[in-house]
């Protein structure tokens, strides 16, 4: 029997695509794939699992904080160069600490998704 081993798609529903496109794009520098749905963005990935914002499908405003309890963690080579580009441009939720996965931080996305960084080594 097999078994789920790797994740292979997440998407986030987003009040506002416009807005989350440009905060994804300008302030993270993630590059949308050549096609997207006309209800979302689709993100290029190296590695992993396909990142997607849509429009959501649910009532967004019926809760009080969006994604609770899910964490995204995203890899990253130089982390603290990374923070201080994105200074004014991205919440800081949690300044760089260092884990058992190496030194991560958490920004935040627009709809106040938290984004965990993980400093990783060059490829």
């Known amino acids: 029997m097999s078994a ?12 506002d695509l416009d807005v989350s496109r440009q905060f994804y794009t300008d302030v993270l520098d993630f590059q949308p794939a050549d ?21 959501p499908l649910v009532d967004l405003n019926a809760t009080s ?29 949690r300044g760089v600490q260092p884990s058992p996965f190496g030194n ?7 709809d106040g998704y938290w984004l965990t960084l993980q400093e990783t080594k060059a490829a």
């Open 104 to 110: 991560t931080a958490i920004i935040a996305d627009p």
């Open 65 to 93: 904080h969006l994604g609770w309890g899910v964490s995204l963690w995203f890899a990253i080579t130089d982390l603290n160069t990374f923070l201080q580009r994105v200074e004014g441009k991205a919440t800081l939720v």
């Open 35 to 55: 096609q997207s749905p006309p209800d979302a963005c689709v993100f290029a990935t190296q590695d992993g699992a396909i990142f997607t914002i849509r429009k």
């Open 4 to 15: 789920p081993t790797q994740l292979g798609f997440v998407s986030l529903q987003v009040s």
